[in-house]
């Protein structure tokens, strides 16, 4: 079973969204990472049984708290029905570490420690690393397959592989969240934050869902990045640029969308409405993260976004050009390259823009198309409406839609 009928309620999408990944991790805490199907299922049950008793009886007046209570007595109900506590798990649990019946946890505090602690274990170097982040986002961030295949710009089969691969070495291995070894957190920390950064994208641009922003994803990558820089471990130069760039980008939250919910473009912003104590904070976490002589994506990222929170520099699209220079040949992305070819606009002109980005030639990508027909407005405006229809035609996110027949529309006036 899964949690994709929960999606069309908001409310019981909501708290599927928020609630789901952080029930999974302690779940599978307790059963270990080879039960994760049985994990999975007893909080989809709930789910379930929430939907069809709120419909009767009305939503209760703390709707998490009843499904986490759900969850727990059927998780207890499970354990008892086919001894599974004493046939497979008591062998690997300390005597201290066993709760009273009254306390399962799923306390605030274990939560936070438990969903962090199942990222790293689900980021087991027995799979891939790009498995390792399929499975990391399904299971824990709550991720549908066609999340995964867009955060990864790739098709719903190859993840469907992925995740099955995944899922069956950690069972097959009979994987147990336990105690890791330095060593071993510092070897798995750039799948984890790898796993975040994909996580906060998703919720700063979201390309299937009908919402353009889901702010709840965006405050959790920022608290489980936040909780990473806590800890001596984790605190290095790429966990701080990354957490600089969740600043940056989110401070920009608000006025990303309009009160109709269409996408508002970066120069059409209300800067009034830009949250200055973020900005400080990316500030203040990409000053440290620079101490070094270290330089990753995220630092080339967040110095890219440090410029978009500063618009009042008149040098800002050579300084944006410059690191997109330096980014694509650390990591190249067809979505970095669109962006480089936005900046180069802006320094050198729509027309040498133009030839850069149609050598990449990118047809099957709606951002491909949507800057192209942005490129175009100025020289030729019928191939402006070609692209933006062509974008069109592969957007799925309604707000995005919108703001491209908006221009369409435009255009055609």
Known sequence: MTGQRFRNNSLLGDLFRQEYPKMTAVLCRRFGLEHIEIA??????????????????????????????????????????????????????????????????????????????????????????????????????GFSVEEIANAFLTNLETVKKRLYRAKTQLRDSRFQIRTLSAASIQSRLDTVLKTLYLLFNEGYFSKTNDQLIRNELCAEAMKLALMLTDNPLTDNAQTKALLALMCYQGSRLEARAADTGEMVLFEEQDQSLWNQELIEKGNYYLVNACQGNEVSKYHLEAAIAYWHAHPASPD?????????????????????????????????????????????????????????????????????IDHYRLALQLTRASPAKQVLERKIEALNK
Request: glycine letters at 8%.
């Open 40 to 141: 999975e299922d007893i909080i989809s049950d709930a789910f379930l049984k929430a939907s069809e008793y709120w419909a009767v009886h009305g939503v209760p007046e703390n709707p998490a708290a009843w499904l986490y209570t759900v969850a727990k007595n059927k998780a207890k109900d499970h354990l008892k029905r086919i001894s599974l506590f004493e046939t497979r798990i008591a062998g690997h649990i300390k005597p201290d570490e066993e709760e009273a019946e009254s306390d399962f946890g799923f306390g605030s505090g274990y939560i936070g420690d438990s969903q962090l602690a199942m990222i790293f274990a689900v980021c087991d170097p027995g799979n891939s690393a790009q498995s390792q982040i399929c499975l990391a986002l399904q299971i824990l961030c």
């Open 316 to 384: 800002r699209w050579r300084h944006i050009l410059q690191l997109y220079n330096q980014l694509i040949l650390i990591e190249y992305s067809p979505i970095a390259a669109l962006n480089r070819a936005f900046a180069l606009a802006r320094v050198y002109g729509h027309g040498k823009a133009i030839l850069e980005t149609e050598k990449l030639g990118l047809t099957g990508n709606d951002q491909y198309h949507k800057l192209l027909g942005y490129l175009y407005e100025v020289t030729d405006v019928g191939k402006a």
